[in-house]
């Protein structure tokens, strides 16, 4: 239980004040036992920050992974939008994805490469994942729009807006989310006219 509560109570910290600013101290204390008490469960605090992250990462792909699923009756263009606009909202709301995209975005220098290493695997999921929803709805699709070249599209303007989210003000990411996705689905859907 302590174990599970040390990594719960570092996330948040993790989350808030990043890698340097976070405290172990402050992590013992806030589960209830003494910073020394950490050595038992976890070698270091880059030991209890990697593990955390991992586990972040699978919590942000099981988070897309359930996203899916759940929009299985719901129309392409539906899931598409309520994705993009729960996930933007999601960051706000959620220590784990807030954690996950301070950890990406401002990767402590000693940890790049286990960090780009869980980033890559959070991107091939979403890769994975979204190529598979757009097969199952190709028909929704313009004749010359493969489901790999809408997926990986959709990815790419995904991250855009993720870049404007962290470092961006919320009226520009508003206006870009809003025209960003307009030209997205007039691109790649055989629909007819204007959204």
Not at 81 to 105: A, D
């Amino acid at each position: 239980m302590t174990y599970d509560q040390l990594k719960q109570n570092a996330l948040i910290q993790f989350a808030q004040l990043g890698y340097e600013g976070a405290s172990l101290s402050v992590i013992a204390n806030e589960v209830g036992i003494k910073k020394q008490s950490i050595y038992t469960h976890f070698k270091s605090k880059d030991d209890l920050y990697i593990q955390t992250f991992h586990d972040a990462t699978d919590c942000e792909i099981d988070f897309v992974q359930q996203f899916i699923k759940d929009q299985h009756s719901n129309e392409l263009k539906d899931a598409l939008f309520t994705f993009l606009t729960e996930y933007l909202e999601r960051f706000e709301q959620n220590n784990n994805m807030k954690f996950f995209m301070r950890t990406i975005f401002y990767p402590p220098v000693k940890h790049e490469e286990v960090i780009k290493v869980e980033s890559n695997k959070f991107v091939d999921c979403l890769e994975t994942l979204f190529i598979e929803l757009f097969e199952q709805n190709s028909d929704e699709l313009k004749t010359n729009i493969t489901p790999e070249t809408a997926a990986l599209a959709f990815l790419t303007m995904l991250d855009g807006l993720l870049v404007e989210l962290i470092y961006g003000i919320p009226e520009r990411l508003q206006k870009r989310s809003k025209q960003s996705w307009s030209v997205f689905w007039r691109g790649i859907s055989c629909e007819s006219g204007e959204l």
